[in-house]
């Protein structure tokens, strides 16, 4: 079963750091673009920041400057290193990934591609 799931996320202090990272598990054959959203109580889920496999970058102009998008692609994970932190930035964050799996049906392999979200971390920027 392929899976994201995500961590790092907790209270944060504004003008401070938090680091959030997200793990790929499962038959993955291949990993595409790799992102993190967030969505806010009342607002609708917006895109943080993305990455290519070939690590091409692309941040909403709320962050710019401020986070930097990552990932491992030996180890199948993204990260988001968030600084200069503002109270705006509490939401809760998911991470999203184009991914291949592959399954064996009888000795015979199986591929799909799909988009993949975690279940989200919270991050809470307050004073």
């Known amino acids: 079963q392929v899976q994201l799931v995500e961590s790092g996320g907790g209270l944060g202090q504004p003008g401070g750091s938090l680091r959030l990272s997200c793990a790929a598990s499962g038959s993955i054959l291949s990993i595409g673009d790799m992102g993190w959203y967030r969505q806010a109580p009342g607002r609708q889920r917006e895109l943080v920041a993305s990455v290519t496999s070939a690590g091409t970058t692309r941040y909403a102009d709320a962050v710019k400057g401020r986070f930097t998008i990552s990932r491992d692609n030996a180890k199948n994970t993204v990260i988001l290193q968030m600084n200069s932190l503002k109270p705006e930035d509490t939401a809760l964050y998911y991470c999203?990934?184009?991914?291949?799996?592959?399954?064996?049906?009888?000795?015979?392999?199986?591929?799909?591609?799909?988009?993949?979200w975690g279940h989200g971390t919270q991050v809470t920027v307050s004073s």
């Open positions: 999203n990934a184009n991914m291949t799996a592959y399954r064996d049906v009888d000795g015979v392999f199986h591929f799909s591609t799909s988009l993949y």
